[in-house]
């Protein structure tokens, strides 16, 4: 029998959601809790969930998150026994686990030599070919030269993946279609995988045609023991970054079942692992799985696993830490209905999926039975450029698949966000969809069904407009009573007696700015409004600070809202955003369009290369320069051919959304023939 290990108190080398799960299931233990920080997470609320909370240094990921030595040191000064290093991050760095090891802190996590041999592709490859786990054809050899990857590249055929060896998340990645493209790829490749992994190693492999990502939870003990907590498809996916999963898959019976489980536990075997793994799988329509990689930690998407199991997983992982065997056996495994978890992205689908940054003006998560909300976030708190644009999921349980997705549905429209641009409304399309409704989908999903004309954003209405102008009206008139102020923006007459009339030139979004006269009844919520020539009828029923219970023509629903400044404000009904400002009194900003020649910053982000000069002719199409922003890399390209002026960007430069970078004047305005 093992002795027990002690744990506490357990120190989290993580942030934001699963920082907070660690979090609440170490103190169920009766472990204390300590938190470490950023300096722009001060604010965050696994800090303030945790016991104890050390800042670890700036911003800047390198230099808190991923400091090795400093997170040890943090360790040591709060007197942690044991560190959790959540997902992400050092949580599947081999040096991470030695230095924890060496400083005689418990690792909550596989040994040192199972991470390095794991966590990279190319070697854990070799070893699932050597332990006969089902692979894809492919290139993982040592000669990495550019030379031996075209040569390998052009005898396994095209489709191929270029994949970095060290990486996941879809960062390094590229589906390359032919030879032309290879070198670019390739490059490419090696360049985000440095600067996201700290490794150039690359791996080639046969690209599988919209095959289905299903992955198997694996967990073993110090004993020996081994099982496997059934299968999790991963399918919905995006720049190979999962958008939603589901257990159990749709489209795996329980013979392959049974096999794809066994395939796991032997691949857990091979390299005596201890704790918790995901083995992933690529599956075809025939039915054949093949091995893609395994992960040396608790996945994002575990909880839907936990929902059909009844099992906390970070539980296992501390008993199991302490040196206590797996709480069941395979044969005492079984599974309960149907689990289906959204990941919620501080993003803008309809821009390509880029990553938002900004400040959470309301943030509340939805009431739903059967519907879990893992998050770590608070109204108020910034959400940066400098992480994960991931800010929280919503996992929902049901007897069956349907009804799991039907309480997912309604747990996402009744989420309150705003602030930011979200993939809510998109995640609700995609739950919707009859393609995923069947179940019948792989990971050609969301191109297949959501190209970018189908992402577009929705043009608000004219009952949009109304509504907007009701309530960014309706919270001028209380601060007029508040402030006892005569006069505000737009506002012709007031007395206790009449009515309050207002006109407003309102633009939402990015749409036309129109014009509107409200005419508000100084008692009992009732309003008129008049646009285009057309009249609503607005009755707001009860409002307190964030939300209305607002009828619109005789129809009444719930809208939250949250105040941009005194001319605008934003809001949310059903699973759409309503960003409205009235711009009557104020110079209208001229916006550059795409025709421009000025080259604005799409996000947040950090410039890693710049690849013209002031003066320099470009055509429309060329690389300009790549932004860097949530560990993701983006070229920029030029919009319309002409001269380089005002370059102001520059490599290293941290820069904020819509950020000039440079102009270009157009062919004709610089004297150059078209």
Known sequence: MTDTIELGPVLIANRGEIACRVISSAKAMGYATIAVYSEVDIAARHVSLADFAICIGPAAAGESYLNIEKIIAAARRSGARSIHPGYGFLSENAAFAGACEEAGIVFIGPSPRAIELMGNKAASKRAMIEAGVPCIPGYQGRDQSGAS???????????????????????????????????????????????????????????????????????????????????????????????????????????????????????????????????????????????????????????????????????????????????????????????????????????????????????????????????????????????????????????????????????????????????RQFLCAALDHEAFRSGDFSTAFIDKYFPAEALAADKPGSADYALVAVLLCRLRQEEQQNSAVLHLSGIEQWSNNKNLNASLLLRIGDGEARALRVYMHNSGGQYRVDIDGREFSLFIHAMDASRARVEIDGLQENVYFARMSADSISIGIQSRTLNGEDILLSSERVAADEDSGSILAPMHGNILAVNVSEGQFVEKGDFLLILEAMKMEHKITASIRGTVTNLGAREGQQVALNKLLLEIIPADDAGVEP
């Open 149 to 423: 990857l075209v040569r390998e590249s052009v005898a396994i055929g095209f489709p191929l993946m270029v994949k970095a060896a060290a990486g996941g998340g879809g960062r390094g990645m590229r589906l390359v279609y032919g030879e032309a493209e290879l070198l670019p790829a390739i490059q490419s490749a090696r360049s985000e995988a440095l600067n996201s992994f700290g490794s150039e190693e690359l791996i080639i492999e046969r690209a599988l045609i919209e095959p289905r990502h299903v992955e198997i939870q694996v967990f073993a003990d110090s004993q020996g023991n081994v099982v496997h907590l059934f299968e999790r498809d991963c399918s919905v996916q995006r720049r190979h970054q999962k958008v939603l999963e589901e257990a159990p898959s749709p489209a795996v019976s329980p013979e392959i079942r049974a096999a794809m489980g066994q395939a796991a536990i032997s691949a857990a075997r091979s390299v005596d692992y201890v704790g918790a793994g995901t083995v992933e799988f690529l599956l075809d329509s025939e039915g054949r799985f093949y091995f893609l990689e395994m992960n040396t930690r608790l996945q994002v998407e575990h909880p839907v696993t936990e929902m059909i199991t009844g099992l906390d997983l970070v539980e296992w992982q501390l008993r199991v830490a302490a040196g206590e065997p797996l709480p069941l056996a395979q044969d005492d495994l079984s599974i309960d209905g149907h689990a289906i978890e959204a990941r919620l992205y501080a993003e803008d689908p309809a821009n390509g999926f880029l990553p938002a940054a900004g400040t959470a003006l309301l943030w509340g998560a939805p009431e739903v039975q059967d519907v879990r909300v893992d998050h770590g976030l608070l109204s108020g708190q910034e959400v940066s450029s400098f992480y994960d644009p991931m800010i929280a999921k919503l996992i929902a349980h049901g007897r069956t698949r349907e009804e799991a997705r039907r309480k997912l549905v309604r747990a996402l429209t009744d989420t309150q966000i705003l602030g930011f641009p979200t993939n």
